[in-house]
């Protein structure tokens, strides 16, 4: 229904919308028809007769009600203002009269003091419903008003049910014809064709570029003794524990590019290691000699641990496989020759004198992790001390008797020297064997093997205390193996197991 317009047009505008034959054949006949005529043929045709809206919504819907509140309110201040001159001037009186009258007395004042106290107070609970209905009135005058005045769009709903019919068609014109268009081009026989030969196209190059990289590997030229012996697990093919090949590499001057690229094409990765506890068995013989010319120091240490851990992991896995055995036979009660001779080399390497079967059980058990790359890791400045580079000694062990190296500063009288090593396993075996046979840490095994006897973990953090002979700053010493197994998240690689090994149980004694 259009706006502005007079409330006749808008009833005759509703009698054409509902088609009112009546009305439309006095029209044509040009019979004038008054309002109320019209209100009464469209009232008998059971058409909805909207109210006039002359008056502006905001006049009825907001002003009126307004005014009739105002009104109220005025009545309401007249009222009370009322009551309250005419309170105060009966007090006047009483107060007059306290004073000319002396015959009255002071009771006669406060009787007339409480009666008109009375009678104000019931004046104003009289405006109490008065007020009340005057709110009333406002709030449903202005309800009333304001859904009156959305009924007017209720008679639009024909030509709006119209027009949203006519959108919906057009709409569904235009969806059928994207989908035509689409399936043509789809089954398009010279588009499949380019489709095919696009595939066939990426196919022959990926083909190629496989080829490619197979000749560089037989053709490239092996400059370096190194990556003759290194046998490189082929991709995305999983071996089983048992059939993990070892690199060993020999004991050649090699450079840290050459260890870094080994790493990436084994896969070899810390945060994988971490979270899978399994470490791939790769034995370094040395470190690159240009290890300090890292400047990355995360990079730095990284590599340092990749190359030791497998060391310390591979020692520590041999030691649990004898204390396995040494269990299995202290439980029988026969032994056999082989096994008497077992024992009684295992004796002579750990120092046990007597036979004292508990004191090698003590003895003959691994070194937690975290400590044992923390002490390398303190001892060779992360892998490039001058002993670490020359002599393979990760763990700074002294000797006055072996072959060894000789230190640049040291006093008058000490006459030792930092012990060579062939290859960095030995230095890794025999720094187990120190704190495992040396009686300056009969403390550390001690307190190991309480938690072994507990059946509780052997952890770094808890052992580290117990080391405070094994440098001449003693508690300085272990205070700082503490933070560097802290610093570095050596804890993590307690439970690490080399990828060819079998899962060891916690021993239980």
């Known amino acids: 229904m259009k706006k502005n317009l007079s409330y006749r047009d808008k009833l005759l505008e509703l009698a054409q919308i509902y088609k009112i034959t009546e009305i439309q054949n006095y029209i044509k006949r040009k019979k004038n028809l008054t309002t109320h005529q019209i209100e009464h043929i469209l009232k008998k045709n059971n058409v909805p007769i909207p109210k006039d ?119 569904f014109v235009c969806a059928i014809g994207i989908i035509f268009f689409t399936l043509k081009e789809n089954f398009d026989p010279n588009n499949t064709n380019q489709l095919v030969q696009v595939e066939k196209e990426k196919t022959k190059k990926i083909e190629k570029q496989k080829k490619e990289q197979t000749k560089k590997v037989e053709k490239k030229p092996q400059k370096k003794a190194v990556e003759k012996q290194v046998k490189k697990p082929e991709p995305k093919k999983e071996k089983s ?174 006459g030792h020297k930092i012990l060579r090593f062939p290859i960095l396993r030995a230095s890794v075996k025999a720094y187990k064997n120190n704190l495992n046979t040396h009686k300056g840490y009969s403390e550390f095994r001690e307190k190991r093997y309480s938690y072994r006897k507990r059946n509780k973990s052997i952890k770094g953090l808890n052992l580290t205390e117990t080391l405070d002979r094994y440098a001449q700053t003693g508690k300085e010493y272990t205070e700082i193996l503490e933070q560097i197994i802290k610093q570095n998240d050596l804890s993590d690689f307690e439970t690490v197991q080399l990828t060819n090994s079998v899962v060891k149980k916690d021993i239980q004694l």
């Open 241 to 414: 524990p048992s059939q993990v090949t070892e690199l060993v590499l020999p004991n050649l001057n090699i450079k840290t590019e050459t260890v870094l690229s080994l790493f990436e094409d084994v896969e070899y990765d810390l945060k994988t290691v971490r979270y899978q506890k399994r470490v791939k068995p790769i034995y370094f013989t040395q470190f690159p000699k240009d290890l300090d010319e890292i400047k990355d120091t995360k990079l730095k240490k990284e590599t340092f641990i990749k190359i030791v851990l497998p060391l310390v992991v591979a020692e520590n896995d041999k030691i649990l496989d004898d204390k396995i055995k040494l269990k299995r036979i202290t439980s029988k009660k026969m032994t056999t020759d082989k096994e008497k001779s077992w024992l009684r080399l295992k004796l002579r390497e750990y120092k046990v004198k007597n036979s004292d079967i508990i004191e090698l059980d003590k003895r003959m058990d691994i070194i937690p992790v975290s400590i044992a790359l923390a002490q390398a890791a303190k001892e060779s400045g992360w892998g490039t001390s001058r002993f670490a580079l020359e002599g393979n000694a990760i763990f700074g062990q002294w000797t006055w008797t072996g072959q060894g190296i000789e230190p640049l500063h040291k006093g008058k009288h000490e």
């Open 53 to 171: 809206f002359n008056i502006s919504f905001f006049k009825k819907s907001i002003s009126n009600p307004i005014s009739k509140a105002g009104r109220g309110v005025s009545g309401f201040y007249s009222d009370t203002t009322d009551g309250v001159g005419k309170f105060f001037k009966r007090t006047k009186r009483g107060a007059t009269g306290l004073y000319d009258d002396t015959t009255g007395g002071v009771g006669n004042f406060f009787v007339r003091l409480w009666r008109n106290s009375g009678n104000l107070g019931i004046g104003i609970l009289n405006l109490i419903p008065k007020v009340s209905l005057t709110v009333a009135n406002f709030i449903s005058n202005t309800l009333v008003e304001t859904f009156s005045s959305f009924y007017t769009s209720e008679v639009e709903k024909t030509k709006t049910n119209k027009l949203i019919k006519g959108f919906g068609v057009v709409v």
